[in-house]
């Protein structure tokens, strides 16, 4: 059974400008949808592998490395993650799925680097699934190294936009799929000549859409309040529960644990950094989240 989503709006006039905050009610199957993969649900390490496993899944998940350039790539293990002669990694989009749709349907990123004419390469296999358990490999070419990841660099243009982004494109109308929700990496190893082990930093969706609402509503409590301010987050809950705070990036800034009534939510250690935030809050005892966009000033 399908059923509406229920929508709040409040209106907060701070120096003059009026800003809209909406609180949207959503069951726990309906959470913040966005064009990033959302989980990796399997990763077998290779050889060699060891660069950003402290930091996985985090680094894999969410955008590509904002600040890589073509000259300048990724290298941060909080943002890479090295695969490993013959390792691979499963990612996974759970709150929505990639579709085939007109060209490009979704991009891999790797640190692949530009010097003048040349580029660093390390390449991998890609396969799709829309189960997990059926794999699909897109066509791969040694010579070219056409249909591989890791052979074209990140441009630091806008990630869901494939004429700017830079990356590895990839067509599911080549694999003659309608959808997948699964990607897997496996770094080349010595079927193909490049120069060495894989790095992943994102794969993130072109052409998707959510995969629905289904179920019953649950019984959800509203955000009482949630005020742009300067530099932090106020808000005021009714019970116990747990706030997240994304960026419109995707990325996650803040996870904290609130008791029912005030509380002020800013990253630990910074003020936090002006614009539109989502804020996603998980009430304890209830299988569902309440969904909202504020602004910091």
Same mark, same amino acid.
């Given at each position: 059974?399908?059923?509406?989503?229920?929508?709040?709006?409040?209106?907060?006039?701070?120096?003059?400008?009026?800003?809209?905050? +909406?609180?949207?009610?959503?069951?726990?199957?309906?959470?913040?949808?966005?064009?990033?993969?959302?989980?990796?649900?399997?990763?077998?390490?290779?050889?060699?592998?060891?660069?950003?496993?402290?930091?996985?899944?985090?680094?894999?998940?969410? #955008?590509?490395?904002?600040? +890589?350039?073509?000259?300048?790539?990724?290298?941060?293990?909080?943002?890479?993650? !090295?695969?490993?002669? +013959?390792?691979?990694?499963?990612?996974?989009?759970?709150?929505?799925?990639?579709?085939?749709?007109?060209?490009?349907?979704?991009?891999?990123?790797?640190?692949? *680097?530009?010097?003048?004419?040349?580029?660093?390469?390390?390449? =991998?296999?890609?396969?799709?699934?829309?189960?997990?358990?059926?794999?699909?490999?897109?066509?791969?070419?040694?010579?070219?190294?056409?249909?591989?990841?890791?052979?074209?660099?990140? !441009?630091?243009?806008? #990630?869901?936009?494939?004429?700017?982004?830079?990356?590895?494109?990839?067509?599911?109308?080549?694999?003659?799929?309608?959808?997948?929700?699964?990607?897997?990496?496996?770094?080349?190893?010595?079927?193909?000549?490049?120069?060495?082990?894989?790095?992943?930093?994102?794969?993130? =969706?072109?052409?998707?859409?959510? *995969?629905?609402?289904?179920?019953?509503? #649950?019984?959800?409590?509203?955000?009482?309040?949630?005020?742009?301010?300067?530099?932090?987050?106020?808000?005021?809950?009714?019970?116990?529960? !747990?706030?997240?705070?994304?960026?419109l990036d995707g990325r996650l800034e803040v996870e904290t644990r609130v008791h029912a009534g005030s509380s002020i939510i800013?990253?630990?250690?910074?003020? *936090?950094?002006?614009?539109?935030?989502?804020?996603?809050?998980?009430?304890?005892?209830?299988?569902?989240?309440?969904? =909202?966009?504020? +602004?910091?000033?």
């Open positions: 059974m399908r059923f509406p989503v229920s929508v709040l709006c409040a209106h907060f006039r701070i120096g003059g400008v009026l800003l809209l905050t +909406a609180l949207v009610l959503v069951p726990c199957s309906a959470a913040f949808s966005d064009p990033w993969a959302d989980a990796s649900p399997a990763v077998s390490y290779g050889p060699g592998a060891g660069f950003g496993q402290a930091y996985y899944p985090d680094n894999i998940l969410g #955008p590509p490395d904002p600040g +890589a350039t073509p000259t300048l790539p990724s290298s941060s293990p909080s943002e890479l993650l !090295t695969l490993g002669d +013959a390792g691979w990694v499963v990612l996974q989009f759970t709150d929505n799925r990639v579709v085939d749709g007109e060209g490009v349907d979704f991009t891999v990123f790797e640190n692949v *680097m530009q010097s003048g004419s040349s580029y660093f390469r390390e390449t =991998a296999f890609v396969d799709v699934s829309q189960d997990g358990e059926t794999w699909f490999r897109f066509p791969w070419d040694a010579v070219t190294l056409e249909g591989l990841a890791g052979v074209w660099p990140t !441009t630091g243009g806008d #990630p869901t936009n494939p004429e700017v982004s830079g990356g590895d494109q990839f067509d599911l109308h080549d694999l003659g799929l309608d959808w997948i929700t699964f990607v897997r990496l496996t770094d080349c190893s010595g079927e193909v000549a490049d120069g060495g082990l894989f790095d992943l930093d994102a794969v993130v =969706a072109v052409n998707s859409e959510e *995969m629905g609402i289904e179920g019953s509503s #649950p019984e959800l409590p509203e955000i009482l309040c949630v005020n742009p301010s300067m530099h932090h987050i106020e808000l005021e809950v009714p019970c116990e529960g !747990t706030i997240r705070v994304y960026g800013g990253a630990e250690g910074r003020v *936090m950094s002006p614009g539109m935030r989502i804020v996603v809050f998980e009430p304890s005892g209830i299988d569902g989240k309440v969904i =909202a966009r504020t +602004a910091v000033l």
